[in-house]
């Protein structure tokens, strides 16, 4: 019997895989699963079968991003559905292998996890990325990663905005986990970043290890940072970019933006502020991997979620 009257019933999460890789020069996670890949002992646990994956091993061998298109926005129902063999984009060859292996996604066989690691060149810290708000495992397991860490900081940001949908190669899984560690520059591998990824999945692990044999997890409240929009840089006619991100605005990710503060400043020396109605929490500032994607920052809303108490089936 339930010490929770209405607690959430979730199914076992017996297969799990860790994606390092999906783009090709974000070290931790490259290291890190080429390290598992040769020895798994580490992410092991009673009752999981734990699976780390290079998602781009073209990209990693580069040391790119990627080699035609971004993997990380790939898992669209067009991509995985496309015919062409060969002529598709590497990417999204790639992808629908990953959703052979690991789906098919939305389907009761897809994996019950899969951590997807990434790093930022934004000051962001570390970063877990929720794609549902409705994911009470997920956000028990985010607590309990949070718990375990303090008084170090592990901040939640909540992807659940409808016109930003990115296709993730995590989504394939039926509770998608993305992490994101910074800052660190591209190609680059630096060993607190390294080293804080690594205890995060440990403490990820050890709770889908708990749940599996039986714990039940209390309500919790956990604060997320919800996604609001993209802002780009300020460009001319051409598209050109005319502006850099504001001196008092960079490397401050999660900190409050409010009416009126410096934005941005033009290569003349003149400050853009921000316009927008009430406070934001801008995060990915100045991430180097944006530019392509005319995004300076993401904003942000602070919210608090109810997370049900969780038992297994």
């Given amino acids: 019997m339930s010490s929770y009257g209405n607690s959430v019933r979730v199914t076992e999460a017996r297969r799990v895989a860790i994606f390092g890789g999906t783009h090709g020069n974000e070290m931790s996670g490259v290291t890190l699963v080429n390290l598992w890949m040769k020895n798994s002992a580490e992410i092991q646990r009673k009752r999981v079968e734990t699976k780390p994956f290079i998602t781009n091993p073209k990209a990693v061998e580069k040391c790119t991003r990627y080699v035609d298109t971004d993997l990380n926005r790939a898992f669209t129902p067009e991509n995985l ?7 598709l984009p590497y990417e999204v060859q790639r992808a629908q ?24 060149t934004s000051n962001m810290g570390c970063t877990l990325i929720l794609e549902s708000s409705k994911d ?3 956000l028990q397991m985010m607590n309990y990663i949070k718990k375990a860490i303090a008084p170090a900081s592990c901040l939640v940001l909540l992807n659940e905005h409808p016109l930003l949908k ?3 190669s995590r989504s394939v899984a039926k509770h998608p986990v993305g992490l ?4 660190q520059p591209q190609g680059v591998l630096r060993s607190n970043i390294f080293e804080a990824m690594r205890v995060i999945l440990k403490h990820a692990l050890d709770f889908i290890e708990l749940f599996n044999e039986g714990m039940e997890f209390p309500p919790c409240t956990v604060q997320v940072f919800r996604v609001l ?3 780009d840089y300020p460009r001319d006619a051409n598209r050109n970019i005319i502006a850099m ?14 009416p009126g503060d410096p934005m941005f400043q033009t290569f003349d020396g003149k400050t ?10 801008p995060t990915f500032i100045n991430e180097a991997a944006y530019y392509e994607k005319q995004q300076a920052f993401t904003t942000t809303r602070r919210e608090a979620l109810v997370a049900s108490a969780i038992r297994k089936v």
Avoid: M
């Avoid at 559905?81 to 002529?87: E, L, M, R, Y």
């Avoid at 994101?180 to 800052?183: D, I």
């Fill in 81 to 87: 559905s496309a015919t062409g063999g060969d002529d």
């Fill in 180 to 183: 994101e560690v910074g800052p």
């Fill in 97 to 120: 292998e990953i959703n052979k292996i690991f789906g098919p996604k939305g389907s009761p066989e897809a994996y019950d996890v899969i951590f997807d690691l990434h790093n930022t």
């Fill in 229 to 231: 929009e993209r802002i």
């Fill in 272 to 281: 853009i502020r921000y316009q927008g109605t009430g406070t934001v929490y």
């Fill in 166 to 168: 990115y296709s993730t």
């Fill in 136 to 138: 009470h495992f997920n």
């Fill in 245 to 258: 991100v504001h001196p008092n605005l960079q490397d401050c990710d999660w900190e409050p933006l409010n």
